[in-house]
Structure formats: structure tokens, C-alpha cells
């Protein structure tokens, strides 16, 4: 089995290269294979996705992904930023669907900015569509608006739409990943406005059909912000499009206080996947070595739940991290009084050593 | 001065009539005239927003909603909807400016999820446009796909769209905003996606120029939506659009875990405004005589101030609810033990005491 390894920008390298430890110790035969993406891809080839990776992307079985982003990036002309390889990943490998878990370790409850009775023993999954919705509708520019009350000057104008099949897809995924937890998913509209996420709910209150056993609910996306803070752990799983779950997962990570934790997986209609924290590439403390690989690592432990179909190594993994924890190891992120600082390569050993 | 007075439906009409003493015993001549809105307008007229009611509010000065929505209307077509009288009101009044605070009173800082530390004294103000984006965006609707990889299928589509000069007139309402408080303003946009929101990007950007006063950052909504949650206090004036408004606004009410407290204002050019509660219609505490009346008598202290330019009535307002919550008048929704539990009629007469 192929995995690409795609370290990226800022941290990047550093918290991959103790994903690729862990993935090393498993007793498993691998094959991985290092290209350049984001920043590092347009400063060795001109472009933040090269050819040659989204070849080898394409060829891989699963794909391991640092973060991407610089400042030094951030004047190019937007085709050419890190960004636009993450995008260009999604759409060219159809990874339509984005899982997302915002679970709250026990011994990290008192990172989150919320009160511990609120979030403690949080456990939710959104899972967010990822290659449709206005993130790749066409028509989308800036052109002389031809209509409306501003007729005759520029507008910005972008394209939203969903097609049956993207959302009738996004939705078995959801309905059988409620499945196999607590069996109450949420599905996040704004239909009271919108005629995409009219049809949205429509669609997926047609699947809902074929799994009577799963609760399902609908919820506009401004009172799904809300509910988020008032009382999180009510979701079980949540689905929603594009935009609103970029933003609702974002939230929902951010609840935990320890999004330095939080893995992610993109997947095709054949689970292959692509990996990666949840978390940005941190160019502030870029190099330092104290960034927290511990999201890394367990994106890699999704990839072999999800892709590489070895569950039980993903247990062994998640154990780890969680018996590092229980050892008051911390990375800054992390860190609070009583515990035990360390960096980057010391907690990616300390998994190694749980593991082995 | 008239002032529409617009109650709507489930709690509206009680906490409205609240609101109404108050300005009553103000010692100021406002004419008031009242005409059903929501599911109110439906039932009485065939339609959320019956042709009497938009010619009273287009006559007004200003307008004093309730709210709108009940179950009741759930299942009617969607042009009928309560919701729709509100999407009427502001398209068809130029009503683009929304401005909604998020104060936390210090009596309160226990109502909110989140910990004291992080939120009390919270004072942010959300400006959001109003009457554009993919709220009203055309084209919209279900068609079958003629291009894109699901061509030939149905998909829900909807236009964002943003012309310059609806830009730049809100990007003007925020930075005099800005300048009245802190002077520091964060524009929310998805330029890294949306050319909607590059376009929007560049034109605050040019707007800058003539407030070299006003600190300005331009932040992504995904970040937005984590930052509020991790730091809100940092922020001063949020300016957005339409549909990421909607989301963050929600958020960053709930953020206080008082949203019963919540004023908002809608503006026109001219100033003229609707002003209602940042909070829903409650349908399943109305006619309880439990609602709590104080975002919408906070909501007549800001029509004094923005459009009625009393601003020394506003103050009085605002002067007599601090006094009513000192003296630890609680309505259900903001009660904690040691504090008094009185109903909505209490809690307006008690504002009309604290006045006069
Ligand atoms: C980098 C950006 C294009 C991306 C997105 O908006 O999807 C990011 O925010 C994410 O959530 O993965
Ligand atoms: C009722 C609905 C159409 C409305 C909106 O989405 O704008 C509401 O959520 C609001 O924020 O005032």
C-alpha cells in the first residue's frame, strides 16, 4: 500500500515527520513517497500543487497532509497560493466528504474557553461536503452587473448549487456514519432563503427513507452557530455543504480548546482519503519544534481506519496518544500547570514508545 | 414622529406591548399605528406582509417589531412563510445596514457557556449588509444542470453577488461605527474563495482610505467563527455580509447566553430603521406572560437613538434597564438563584418605574 506524503508549509514537515514515525513502527510494510504542496509545492515547481504531486496523489492509496499556508505566500496572485492546492486536491480527487471529529480528552477540558459542564466528554462528527456548493459553482468573477438595482457597475459574483447526486451522496455517508454511533444526525440548511438548501433538505429527507433507524433532524445554520455554544453535546452527527460546514467545523474544533488534537479525513466514494490535521500550518512557530504532532498522528490513524482497512492499528494508535496524555505529557498548545511540557519530536517519541 | 408597530406573531405581540409603555411614559408625541406582520399577516390577510402593513412601515419614521414564526405556518409554501414579511420589509425599504451588539451585562456573566473570564464585559458591535449577498441574489432556483459533472441532473442553485456600491456603503457604516467606539474594525470575508468576497476585500480596503483613524483587519469566516469563540473580547466592530452575518451575529448573541437581552437595528441611507429583538418568536412560551421584554425595549432605546435622534430618551432606557437588572429583576430566561423571578408585564412595568 502507497501512501503520498505531503508535509507542506509552516509546521508542516515537523508534525508529519512524526506521523511517518508512528506509521513506521505499526509491523505494517508501507510504501511512502514525499512531494511538496502549498508553499514548499510553488517554491520548488512554480505552482502549490506540481504535476508530479498530484500524480503521485492520484496513484497513492491514502494521503498523509501537513498544513499549508505562509505570509510569504500571501502576495501571489490567488491561483498560485497554498491554498489552491488544497482545493485543487479536493475537486481533481473527488474527496466529496469531510470528517471532522471535535472530541474533548478528558485531560484537556480545561483548554476549551467554555465551561467544563458544557463540553466535557464532548464527541461530535461533522461531516461537511467538500467539493461542491459555492466553493466551484461556475459562473463566478467580477464582471458589470447587467441587472438589479446596481446595474451598469462591478459586482463580485460567485455561483451556488448542488446537484442531486452530490447531495444524496454526502448523505448516505452521514446516515451511515450515524449508524454506527449514536444514531441522530443533524442536517444544517438555510432553506427558509436559500434554493439550494431547500433542495438540500429535500434530498436528504428522501434518504433519510432508506435508514429509519437513524433520528434526523434539520436545522438552519444560523441557529446551528448557536446551538454549538448553548449545549454542543446534544449533536450527535451533524451534515451540512461546503461553506457552512467549513464554518460550523471550525466552531465545533474550537469548542474543544485543543484543536492542536483534532484529525480530518477526505474521502472519495471509494474511501480513498486524503489526511490531515484540522489545524493550520502555524508559520509563526514554524521551526521551533514545539508544535503538536498529536492531530498528525491521529490523521494518520484515521487513514488506516477509513483506507488502509486496518482498524485494529488505528485503535493501537489512538491508544497511544491517549496513554501519552494520561502520562500529563503536553506541547504548549497544550500545556497547563502540573503537566509535563515537551516538543514536537518528544511527544511523537512518547506515542512511538506507548505503541511499542 | 409615527413609529410602525409591527408585534407579529408567538411572543411578539407581549413583549412589544412592553416596549409600547415604555415609550409611552417617555413624555415625547409619537404616533403609533399597528398592523400584523408573520404568521399574523397570513392569517389576517393571505400573507406574511399584507400590502397595508408595507405601506404603513414605507409612512413611518420608524418600525418596532416583535417577531415572527410559529409552527403553525410551518407547512405552508415558502412565499407565505412568516420569515419572508422580514425579507420583504428589508428589500423593499433599503433597510441594508443591520447592527447588532453583543454586550454582556456584568449582573448576567453567569447565563453565558462560556467561561467569565473570557466574556464578561464583552462589547462587540456585528454590522451586517442586509439586502444583498445570496439572500437575494439572481438567478435562484431548481433547474436541471446544463454543464459540470452532473449535467442533465436537478440541482438547487442560488447567485452571491455584491455590487461596488452596496459595498461601500456599508463599509461606511462600519467605520463611522468604528470611530464612535474603539477604532478598531474587522472586515469577515472568504476572499481566499469567493470572488464575492475578494471583490468585497479590495473595495473596504479602498473605503480605509478616508478613515486612516480606524484599524482595519481583514479575517476569513472560518477563523471569525473560531476567534469569537476563543477570544471574542478582541474584537470591537465586525463588519460581514449578508450570509456570513447571519451565522456570526447568531454567534456571537449567544456568545452573552442573554440573547433575551439583545437589541438590533436595520437602517436605511437615511437613517430610518426597524428595530426588533435579536431573539426568535418563541412559539412555545407565548401567551406564558414569561418573555422576556428587554431586547425589545432596548431595541426602542436604539430606534431613539439612530432614527428618532433622541438620544437622551436612549440613554434613559438604557439607564433604567441596568437599573432593573441591579435590582435583581430576572425574567425566566436570565434567572439564577438569589435573584427574583418576575414575568414579562413585571419586567416592563418595572423599566416604566425605573424611569419615572
Ligand atoms: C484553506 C481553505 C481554502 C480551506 C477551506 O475553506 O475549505 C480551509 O479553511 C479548510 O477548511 O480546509
Ligand atoms: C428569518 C430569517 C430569514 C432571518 C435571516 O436569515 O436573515 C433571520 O435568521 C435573521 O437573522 O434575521
Not at 438540500?200 to 448557536?226: C, F, G, R
Request: without cysteine; hydrophobic residues 45%; proline residues 5%.
Amino acid at each position: 500500500m502507497k501512501i503520498a506524503i505531503l508535509p507542506g508549509d509552516g509546521i508542516g514537515p515537523e508534525i508529519v515527520a512524526q506521523a511517518v514515525n508512528v506509521l513506521n513502527v505499526l509491523g505494517e510494510s508501507f510504501e511512502m513517497e514525499t512531494a511538496p504542496v502549498g508553499g514548499a509545492g510553488y517554491a520548488a515547481h512554480g505552482h502549490p500543487l506540481p504535476e508530479a504531486t498530484l500524480t503521485l496523489a492520484k496513484q497513492a492509496d491514502a494521503i498523509l497532509l501537513g498544513a499549508v499556508g505562509d505570509w510569504k505566500y500571501d502576495t501571489l496572485e490567488r491561483a498560485l497560493r497554498p491554498e489552491q492546492a488544497i482545493l485543487g486536491l479536493r475537486k481533481h480527487l473527488n474527496l466529496f466528504a469531510n470528517l471532522r471529529p471535535a472530541i474533548l480528552y478528558p485531560e484537556l477540558a480545561g483548554a476549551s474557553t467554555l465551561k467544563p459542564e458544557i463540553v466535557s466528554g464532548l464527541d461530535i462528527l461533522i461531516i461537511r461536503e467538500l467539493t461542491g456548493d459555492v466553493y466551484f459553482g461556475q459562473p463566478r468573477g467580477v464582471r458589470i452587473a447587467t441587472d438589479g438595482a446596481f446595474i451598469g457597475e462591478r459586482e463580485g459574483f460567485d455561483t451556488m448549487r448542488y446537484a442531486e447526486t452530490e447531495i444524496r451522496r454526502i448523505a448516505h455517508v452521514a446516515f451511515q456514519a450515524a449508524q454506527k454511533r449514536d444514531k441522530r444526525l443533524t442536517s444544517v440548511d438555510k432553506a427558509n432563503v436559500l434554493e439550494t438548501f431547500q433542495f438540500w433538505k429535500d434530498i436528504v429527507t428522501e434518504v433519510h427513507q432508506e435508514y429509519p433507524d437513524v433520528a434526523l433532524d434539520h436545522m438552519y445554520i444560523d441557529n446551528a452557530s448557536m446551538q454549538l455554544i448553548r449545549a454542543p453535546k446534544k449533536f450527535d452527527v451533524i451534515v451540512t455543504g461546503n461553506m457552512f460546514g467549513d464554518i460550523l467545523s471550525d466552531a465545533a474544533a474550537m469548542l474543544t480548546g485543543s484543536i492542536g488534537m483534532l484529525p480530518s479525513a477526505s474521502l472519495d466514494a471509494n474511501n480513498k482519503g486524503l489526511y490531515e490535521p484540522s489545524h493550520g500550518s502555524a508559520p509563526d512557530i514554524a521551526g521551533k519544534g514545539i508544535a503538536n504532532p498529536l492531530a498528525t498522528i491521529l490523521s494518520a490513524a484515521m487513514m488506516l481506519r477509513f483506507t488502509l482497512a486496518k482498524p485494529e492499528q488505528a485503535d493501537r494508535i489512538e491508544t497511544a496518544v491517549k496513554k501519552v496524555l494520561a502520562q500529563g505529557l503536553r506541547t504548549p498548545d497544550i500545556y497547563e500547570p502540573g503537566t509535563t511540557k515537551v516538543g514536537t519530536e518528544e511527544m511523537g517519541n512518547a506515542v512511538v514508545r506507548a505503541l511499542t
